[in-house]
């Protein structure tokens, strides 16, 4: 299996943990989960949900093509019926220890997606982590607590990492997101038509079915293998700084980790 299907930290697996985080979630109407995954993992993903009480819909990808591919579908099938939702975007492999904390965050989030911002968390740093891309800060904190997003920058080196983590305006990059299905779209329009007019050609070619409440969705197979395959981030979210899309920073104090590797696992394990 992989990590995002197995209990490491408790008894969710690390997907049930991700699901369950907006749970009783104050101010902010939820609609069901909506996971977007590899087709092969359909049955268990779908019967830890349905464990949960929480069927939702499962999008179901032939092969992979990266994250940016993922939240269009998702946004696709988000504004199927002529809504238009903000999006929580979240990987379903990190390990959030403070619920409150996190929670806090998505809803002041939410707020600014709701008038079309763009939305990332900005995890804020206690080791120089040559590990994770950083988000560079501009500016004073506005009425939700957040901050616009001067520039993003790659993994640094430990010297440039340490200047990061001294000047306090820097930040990891948490790889969650909240915006509108439509701004998601519009922006992907913008920036990578390709990918766009691919996604929409597999979802045209779409076929759904249902099982036991979950509803499942599977884009055209040969129409999806047309897909580039590039993440949420190079895709889209690293061009919005200095265009006309408003990206905004929440800063995100709440013990995060995304588990990326074995000793992240053993940080927040029983050691």
């Keep these: 299996y992989p990590k995002q299907l197995l209990p490491l930290i408790g008894d969710d697996s690390l997907l049930q943990a991700t699901v369950r985080r907006v749970d009783g979630i104050a101010g902010v109407q939820l609609a069901a989960p909506m996971v977007v995954c590899n087709e092969e993992y359909r049955f268990v993903i779908a019967e830890q949900m349905r464990l949960m009480g929480k069927p939702g819909t499962v999008v179901l990808e032939p092969l992979g093509r990266n994250t940016a591919p993922a939240l269009t579908l998702a946004a696709r099938a988000a504004i199927k019926n002529g809504a238009d939702p ?19 965050a998505v809803v002041q989030g939410a707020a600014l997606a709701e008038s079309g911002a763009v939305v990332t968390f900005g995890i804020t740093p206690d080791a120089p982590e ?20 001067e520039q993003f920058v790659e993994k640094p080196d430990l010297q440039t990492a340490q200047s990061y983590l001294a000047a306090g305006c820097y930040y990891w990059n948490s790889g969650m997101f909240v915006l509108k299905a439509s701004t998601w779209l519009a922006a992907l329009k913008e920036f990578r038509v390709d990918i766009f007019e ?50 905004k920073m929440v800063e995100l104090d709440a013990g995060w980790n995304d588990l990326g590797a074995w000793d992240a696992v053993w940080q927040i394990g029983k050691q």
């Design 86 to 104: 903000v999006l929580l975007v979240m990987p379903a492999d990190h390990v959030i220890m403070d619920k409150a904390a996190f929670q806090a």
């Design 130 to 149: 040559t590990g994770y891309g950083y988000i560079k800060r501009n500016g004073a904190m506005g009425a939700h607590h957040e901050y616009t997003v």
């Design 198 to 247: 691919t996604s929409n050609k597999a979802w045209q070619a779409k076929t759904e079915d249902a099982a036991d409440g979950v509803g499942f969705i599977r884009p055209g197979k040969e129409e999806f293998k047309a897909i580039p395959s590039e993440s949420i981030d190079y895709a889209v979210i690293e061009k919005c700084p200095k265009s006309h899309y408003n990206i």
